[in-house]
């Protein structure tokens, strides 16, 4: 067995964020009826994603979708700017949905999200009570849905969120790998 290879500086949260692969992996995937159908709303995930890329914020963005599919919040990263280290797309998106439905209850609702979340993001998606985390790009240095922990799907808690991992995630890692390659050559 190699050793992994070092941490690179200044990317907390998304340092080992999966390559893109492409092939036929990646088409499989999306031919996917289950993954196909969150596809729309990646879609808008990423858009918040940039966004972020654009205010020098590591991209990732989240929505969140009531009972219907329909979006009730949106997030984007926001750490820098707010100076929060709470400002993850996932809190933010959360926190607006709260707003809309006015209750901190998200049953019936699901996160969508660019980027695997971490503990602290996984830990609020149980608290909302989401029925349901839909991420992108896999983080084997920070997940916590399945690459390192598996917060929203340990057994010893009474509410579990369905997983339904690597929705667009060649997509979702390209934007932030370009980030860090662009953040390194300036
Ligand atoms: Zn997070």
Same mark, same amino acid.
């Given at each position: 067995?190699?050793?992994?290879?070092?941490?690179?500086?200044?990317?907390?949260?998304?340092?080992?964020?999966?390559?893109?692969?492409?092939g036929e992996?990646?088409?499989a995937r999306a031919a996917d009826p289950v993954i !196909?159908?969150?596809?729309?709303?990646?879609?808008?995930?990423?858009?918040?994603?940039?966004?972020?890329?654009?205010?020098?914020e590591i991209p990732v963005g989240a929505v969140i979708l009531d009972a219907s599919g329909e979006v009730i919040g949106t997030g984007?990263?926001?750490?820098?700017?707010? !100076?929060?280290?709470t400002g993850h797309a996932e809190i933010v998106a959360i926190r607006t949905a709260a707003t809309t439905l006015g209750t901190w209850r998200l049953s019936g609702c699901t996160l969508v999200v660019t980027l695997e979340p971490?503990?602290?993001?996984?830990?609020?998606?149980v608290q909302a009570r989401l029925d349901r985390v839909v991420y992108g790009a896999v983080d084997p240095k920070a997940g916590a849905v399945g690459s390192l922990w598996d917060v929203v799907r340990?057994?010893?808690?009474?509410?579990?969120?369905?997983?339904? !991992?690597?929705?667009?995630?060649?997509?979702?890692?390209?934007?932030?790998?370009?980030?860090?390659t662009h953040r390194r050559v300036r």
């Amino acid at each position: 067995m190699t050793d992994p290879p070092p941490p690179t500086p200044g990317q907390a949260g998304a340092s080992g964020v999966t390559a893109p692969t492409g092939g036929e992996d990646e088409r499989a995937r999306a031919a996917d009826p289950v993954i !196909a159908r969150f596809v729309p709303a990646m879609q808008l995930a990423l858009g918040e994603a940039r966004k972020a890329f654009d205010k020098d914020e590591i991209p990732v963005g989240a929505v969140i979708l009531d009972a219907s599919g329909e979006v009730i919040g949106t997030g984007r990263n926001d750490r820098e700017r707010s !100076a929060d280290p709470t400002g993850h797309a996932e809190i933010v998106a959360i926190r607006t949905a709260a707003t809309t439905l006015g209750t901190w209850r998200l049953s019936g609702c699901t996160l969508v999200v660019t980027l695997e979340p971490c503990t602290m993001c996984a830990g609020a998606s149980v608290q909302a009570r989401l029925d349901r985390v839909v991420y992108g790009a896999v983080d084997p240095k920070a997940g916590a849905v399945g690459s390192l922990w598996d917060v929203v799907r340990d057994r010893r808690l009474n509410h579990r969120p369905e997983v339904i !991992a690597e929705v667009m995630a060649d997509e979702c890692a390209a934007l932030l790998i370009e980030f860090f390659t662009h953040r390194r050559v300036r």
